[in-house]
């Protein structure tokens, strides 16, 4: 036995050293690998660092735009509360849900065919100035789009781009039904919105923000795909970063066009309408500028150093405005008051939107100031001008947009952002340094882009963006404003002359006329029965029509007071005026007093000669329904 345990502990020695042994031993020398071999292996590793840090830029890039698709979407809904809370209590939900629909009714119309006429090749030209709209097959339900395409010469997969794309084509016509709430019905806005997002939201984002990313070939060779524009303002040289004339001016413009179209709400401009709930206007506001930063920061499609810089002018100019608006404000009013600071933030976020990716953190901070103040003053005039624009759409939106735009001219720096340009507080030094820069390469290194922008710089003057801005603005606003009358018109047309609800249901509400629900109640939602109209004294049930009849002259204090005192008991018995209005009298809002029953005319005469004479002033009745 111990025989056999040496023989195996002898044989496990042996078979070791002759290991050893082999590992010591001097392997046949390999040849040097040659110079050739050398610069492929090295070109091997080059392809797969750029392969890996393509993918990484891919994928962050991605998230990103991803993310600021998200933080669009949420803006929508930001949009619904602060129109919601702007509005009587009465038309909450319906206001809120002309904002809400839209992702619904333009998200499906976005994926059928908008995206498509929006970006695709140009299929309508302005003769060889620029394309007018798109199109091309494979966009109709997107049939035609992989997962993994790309859009050439960024790094953003087209369904990402068609994603973020799409809620701005949502919010737009959103924005305009703040210039006609109260007054609308629910199912021909969404008929509007349709037809206005084919015939004058996808025009105007083709002509500026289209490029030949979808062509067979590109436009310049030597820029590749994605590197010309092919619309009409995008071959002007217009800058609007994130939507300054394509979402604003023109949804500003819209809602102008139908605020003139349609009818005035009941009362205006005599009548002031006080917000139901500025709560809910400031947290929409917070919204609003929470889902901004996704809204000009993802329009950095190729850059995300030009998502930080536009994410910076974005947070000052809604600073700036909302302090300049509470100021101005102040000096006019003597308080500052919330509903001032919300549409002073986004006045202020409107103004920057199409400069927030050309400018320096101070420009935008300017802009604010400046959009802050204007938009004040904007929104004033519109009771002398005598335009009922319900939710200020047009003061905000349109004039916000359109000073935002040509600001865009004054404070962009082509240090900023390459694709765009210097402008007029650029010094002249500066751009003749950049072009210097710009010529130091050789020529045989020079690429297509950096001549492009030796000849755009040389080319410059101080006030050559002004001017493009200028008449870009002027363009959008007038293409807007008629094609968006005559859509207002013809759909009103269209439905009956029903686009603005009877004057009836306006004074009912919205929220239980056009949907049977409750806009602002935390108990059951929906109704059971039509609620009854409250009934007159002398007005049997169900009998008679009612009608409205509305005091023009008095402030709406001075006719509760006096109408509070008059309903008293005394030791005076009630005049022959009072006793002719009182029996049909079924409510009264501000300077509104719904009767049913009686003789309108006799009853108006009588109520106004009431308040004549409680007032000693004059005072006009009006029977409105």
Same mark, same amino acid.
């Given at each position: 036995?111990?025989?056999?345990?040496?023989?195996?502990?002898?044989?496990?020695?042996?078979?070791?050293?002759?290991?050893?042994?082999?590992?010591?031993?001097?392997?046949?020398?390999?040849?040097?690998?040659?110079?050739?071999?050398?610069?492929?292996?090295?070109?091997?590793?080059?392809?797969?660092?750029?392969?890996?840090?393509?993918?990484?830029?891919?994928?962050?890039?991605?998230?990103?735009?991803?993310?600021?698709?998200?933080?669009?979407?949420?803006?929508?809904?930001?949009?619904?509360?602060?129109?919601?809370?702007?509005?009587?209590?009465?038309?909450?939900?319906?206001?809120?849900?002309?904002?809400?629909?839209?992702?619904?009714?333009?998200?499906?119309?976005?994926?059928?065919?908008?995206?498509?006429?929006?970006?695709?090749?140009?299929?309508?030209?302005?003769?060889?100035?620029?394309?007018?709209?798109?199109?091309?097959?494979?966009?109709?339900?997107?049939?035609?789009?992989?997962?993994?395409?790309?859009?050439?010469?960024?790094?953003?997969?087209?369904?990402?781009?068609?994603?973020?794309?799409?809620?701005?084509?949502?919010?737009?016509?959103?924005?305009?039904?703040?210039?006609?709430?109260?007054?609308?019905?629910?199912?021909?806005?969404?008929?509007?919105?349709?037809?206005?997002?084919?015939?004058?939201?996808?025009?105007?984002?083709?002509?500026?923000?289209?490029?030949?990313?979808?062509?067979?070939?590109?436009?310049?060779?030597?820029?590749?795909?994605?590197?010309?524009?092919?619309?009409?303002?995008?071959?002007?040289?217009?800058?609007?970063? $994130? !939507?300054?004339?394509? =979402?604003?001016? +023109? /949804? @500003? #413009?819209?809602?102008?066009?139908?605020? &003139?179209?349609?009818?005035?709400?009941?009362?205006?401009?005599?009548?002031?309408?006080?917000?139901?709930?500025?709560?809910?206007?400031?947290?929409?506001?917070?919204?609003?500028?929470?889902?901004?930063?996704?809204?000009?920061?993802?329009?950095?499609?190729?850059?995300?150093?030009?998502?930080?810089?536009?994410?910076?002018?974005?947070?000052?100019?809604?600073?700036?405005?909302?302090?300049?608006?509470?100021?101005?404000?102040?000096?006019?009013?003597?308080?500052?008051?919330?509903?001032?600071?919300?549409?002073?933030?986004? $006045? !202020?976020?409107?103004? =920057?939107?199409? +400069? /927030? @990716? #050309?400018?320096?953190?101070?420009?935008? &901070?300017?802009?604010?100031?400046?959009?802050?103040?204007?938009?004040?003053?904007?929104?004033?005039?519109?009771?002398?001008?005598?335009?009922?624009?319900?939710?200020?759409?047009?003061?905000?939106?349109?004039?916000?947009?359109?000073?935002?735009?040509?600001?865009?001219?004054?404070?962009?720096?082509?240090?900023?952002?390459?694709?765009?340009?210097?402008?007029?507080?650029?010094?002249?030094?500066?751009?003749?340094?950049?072009?210097?820069?710009?010529?130091?390469?050789?020529?045989?290194?020079?690429?297509?882009?950096?001549? $492009?922008?030796?000849?755009?710089?040389?080319?410059?003057?101080?006030?050559?963006?002004?001017?493009?801005?200028?008449?870009?603005?002027?363009?959008?606003?007038?293409?807007?404003?008629?094609?968006?009358?005559?859509?207002?018109?013809?759909?009103?047309?269209?439905?009956?002359?029903?686009?603005?609800?009877?004057?009836?249901?306006?004074?009912?509400?919205?929220?239980?006329?056009?949907?049977?629900?409750?806009?602002?109640?935390?108990?059951?939602?929906?109704?059971?029965?039509?609620?009854?109209?409250?009934?007159?004294?002398?007005?049997?049930?169900?009998?008679?029509?009612?009608?409205?009849?509305?005091?023009?002259?008095?402030?709406?204090?001075?006719?509760?007071?006096?109408?509070?005192?008059?309903?008293?008991?005394?030791?005076?018995?009630?005049?022959?005026?009072?006793?002719?209005?009182?029996?049909?009298?079924?409510?009264?809002?501000?300077?509104?007093?719904?009767?049913?029953?009686?003789?309108?005319?006799?009853?108006?005469?009588?109520?106004?000669?009431?308040?004549?004479?409680?007032?000693?002033?004059?005072?006009?009745?009006?029977?409105?329904?």
């Amino acid at each position: 036995m111990k025989r056999l345990l040496f023989s195996l502990v002898g044989f496990l020695l042996l078979s070791n050293l002759s290991s050893l042994h082999a590992q010591a031993a001097p392997e046949k020398e390999k040849p040097a690998p040659t110079i050739a071999e050398l610069a492929e292996e090295l070109k091997k590793v080059k392809e797969e660092a750029d392969t890996a840090i393509a993918e990484a830029k891919l994928g962050g890039h991605n998230a990103w735009m991803l993310t600021s698709s998200a933080l669009v979407m949420l803006m929508v809904p930001g949009l619904a509360l602060f129109y919601g809370g702007m509005v009587q209590r009465k038309n909450v939900l319906a206001t809120m849900m002309e904002s809400m629909a839209s992702l619904s009714v333009v998200g499906v119309f976005w994926i059928v065919c908008g995206y498509g006429l929006a970006f695709g090749p140009s299929v309508i030209q302005w003769g060889d100035a620029g394309g007018l709209i798109g199109w091309h097959p494979k966009f109709f339900f997107l049939q035609g789009v992989e997962t993994t395409d790309i859009l050439p010469a960024t790094s953003t997969p087209v369904y990402t781009h068609v994603l973020f794309q799409g809620m701005f084509a949502i919010i737009t016509p959103a924005l305009i039904s703040g210039a006609i709430a109260e007054r609308i019905r629910f199912v021909p806005f969404t008929i509007f919105s349709i037809l206005w997002v084919t015939i004058v939201y996808c025009p105007l984002a083709h002509m500026v923000w289209a490029f030949d990313w979808f062509y067979d070939k590109p436009l310049d060779e030597g820029l590749g795909l994605g590197g010309s524009a092919i619309g009409l303002l995008g071959k002007w040289g217009a800058l609007d970063f $994130a !939507g300054g004339t394509v =979402v604003h001016i +023109a /949804a @500003g #413009f819209a809602g102008l066009a139908c605020s &003139l179209a349609l009818r005035k709400r009941i009362g205006f401009p005599s009548h002031v309408v006080r917000p139901n709930s500025m709560v809910l206007t400031l947290l929409g506001a917070g919204l609003l500028w929470f889902g901004w930063f996704g809204f000009n920061g993802g329009s950095a499609v190729a850059s995300n150093f030009l998502a930080t810089s536009a994410f910076a002018a974005t947070q000052a100019a809604a600073a700036a405005a909302g302090l300049s608006w509470m100021l101005v404000e102040y000096l006019h009013k003597g308080k500052p008051t919330a509903l001032g600071l919300a549409s002073g933030i986004v $006045a !202020g976020l409107v103004a =920057v939107t199409p +400069a /927030a @990716g #050309f400018v320096y953190i101070w420009g935008g &901070l300017i802009i604010g100031l400046i959009a802050g103040a204007f938009c004040y003053g904007a929104v004033q005039v519109k009771s002398i001008l005598g335009y009922d624009d319900t939710l200020d759409a047009f003061g905000v939106h349109g004039i916000g947009g359109f000073l935002g735009a040509i600001l865009t001219g004054v404070f962009c720096f082509y240090s900023v952002n390459s694709m765009g340009t210097d402008g007029f507080v650029t010094p002249e030094a500066t751009v003749k340094k950049q072009i210097a820069e710009l010529e130091k390469k050789a020529e045989p290194d020079r690429s297509a882009g950096d001549k $492009a922008n030796i000849a755009k710089l040389k080319d410059w003057t101080p006030t050559g963006q002004v001017m493009i801005q200028i008449k870009a603005s002027i363009f959008s606003a007038l293409f807007a404003f008629i094609l968006s009358y005559a859509l207002a018109m013809g759909v009103q047309v269209m439905t009956g002359f029903n686009f603005s609800t009877d004057l009836n249901s306006e004074s009912e509400g919205l929220d239980e006329t056009e949907h049977g629900e409750t806009g602002f109640d935390f108990g059951t939602t929906f109704s059971s029965a039509k609620a009854s109209a409250p009934r007159s004294a002398l007005s049997p049930p169900n009998k008679g029509k009612g009608y409205i009849i509305a005091l023009d002259g008095p402030k709406e204090e001075d006719v509760r007071k006096v109408w509070s005192d008059m309903c008293q008991a005394g030791k005076t018995p009630p005049s022959d005026d009072f006793k002719k209005v009182y029996p049909y009298l079924t409510t009264i809002n501000g300077n509104k007093f719904k009767f049913r029953g009686g003789d309108p005319n006799h009853i108006k005469d009588s109520l106004s000669s009431l308040f004549q004479k409680k007032l000693n002033t004059p005072v006009k009745a009006t029977v409105e329904a």
